[in-house]
């Protein structure tokens, strides 16, 4: 299998979207910025991220519709384009997720998580290895947020995402916050979760924001992000130092200065 080389150093970022384009263009200390892959035609880049990418600031394509561990035939189309984003805005690799989002036809419309079993993984494995054929930069792929846990699970999510790494060579996108959401939800042990992965392929971190409703913690983009979340980036930078730290923030955004002051926690937690 080829060997790629190591992850880019990336520093601390910031999720792009349209609402929010100029604050990012004037935060100070923006070294990355990640972009929804599906949100961008890639014959008609938005012009902030063009000013972006002029002023060196690495630009990461995000999908979130490949539905890479999806049993039906993978979406081809759907490759190619985040493909061409990559090519449109000089990315140095490209993410999504370890999910599926369709079966039997329908969208569920929200990033489902994988039964953790051998059949399942092989199944991802095989739908990896076939996006990355495709690819002309290396794939990560990110650890979901999950309000369930399928039943007869074989592997620990660790585990899982430790074999997958193996078997396909991609690179890992860690979610501190949906781990965090996952162990307050269904139990996974994040002690457990970092010492099993191969963090030597860690290609970059989210954190995020989230809510407690009803008992559950959702992941919801749309809030300062918790201490809990913070201290998580703390563990992991323990055991290896992150190429780089991107802040998501999808929906209700906050004035700059709050911005800012998120980013400048994650720089002090990274010192």
């Known amino acids: 299998m080829r060997r790629v080389t190591s992850s880019p150093r990336l520093g601390v970022g910031i999720g792009w979207r349209p609402e929010i384009d100029l604050t990012v263009e004037r935060l100070p200390d923006v070294d990355f910025v990640e972009v929804v892959a599906e949100n961008v035609d890639p014959g008609d880049v938005p012009e902030s991220l063009r000013l972006l990418g002029k002023r060196g600031v690495p630009v990461l394509p995000h999908a979130v519709s490949l539905s890479l561990g999806g049993a039906e035939p993978l979406d081809m189309a759907r490759v190619e384009h985040l493909a061409a984003v990559a090519r449109a805005v000089d990315a140095p690799l490209v993410s999504d997720h370890v999910c599926f989002v369709r079966a039997g036809g329908l969208d569920a419309g929200h990033l489902m998580p994988l039964p953790r079993t051998k059949e399942a993984l092989d199944v991802l494995v095989a739908n990896v290895r076939q996006a990355q054929r495709e690819l002309p930069v290396p794939l990560a792929l990110e650890n979901v947020a999950a309000l369930i846990d399928w039943p007869g699970a074989e592997l620990t999510e660790g585990q899982f995402l430790a074999e997958l790494v193996e078997r396909t060579d991609c690179r890992l996108l860690v979610d501190v916050a949906n781990l965090y959401a996952n162990a307050r939800n269904i139990g996974t042990d994040p002690a457990e979760f970092l010492a099993t992965l191969p963090l030597e392929r860690l290609a970059y971190v989210h954190v995020a924001g989230g809510v407690e409703r009803d008992g559950l913690y959702h992941d919801t983009h749309a809030h300062a992000m918790p201490d809990a979340v913070l201290d ?20 209700d955004y906050p004035a700059d200065e709050e911005l800012a002051a998120e980013l400048a926690a994650i720089r002090a937690v990274l010192a």
């Not at 998580?232 to 999808?250: K, T």
């Open 232 to 251: 998580l980036l703390g563990d992991l930078c323990a055991r290896v130092d992150p190429p780089g730290v991107l802040l998501e923030r999808d929906d």
